[in-house]
């Protein structure tokens, strides 16, 4: 859920080298014109190694990355509805 001025933080852990991809998608049936997300990604250290940012809802985040404990921290904010409508509302993609 998209929640003006507050973060989300995803732990992912990485147990040998590879691409990580990660990929924000609006729920179907709604517009994603005026919610904008971002993403930022973390090492162990608190270093940030990649981001991504859309201003519609569907951002992509690749990076190849070593063995490690990483933080996926997502934000955004919406134009349309309140916190709690559906149009408010994303999904995460993982793979590596």
């Known amino acids: 859920m998209l929640a003006q001025g507050q973060s ?5 852990n990485i147990e040998q080298a590879t691409t ?13 014109t005026g ?5 930022v990604l973390y090492n162990e250290a608190g270093q940030q190694v990649a981001e991504a940012s859309s201003p519609r809802g569907h951002f992509e985040l690749i990076r190849q990355l070593q063995p490690g404990n990483y933080q996926l ?4 904010s919406s134009l349309g509805g309140n916190n709690q409508s559906d149009s408010n ?8």
């Open 35 to 39: 919610n904008r997300i971002s993403a």
């Open 8 to 12: 989300k933080r995803f732990n992912i």
């Open 73 to 76: 921290e997502v934000s955004g």
């Open 20 to 32: 990580l991809k990660v990929v924000s998608e609006h729920f179907p049936g709604f517009t994603s």
């Open 89 to 96: 509302r994303y999904e995460l993609h993982v793979a590596y």
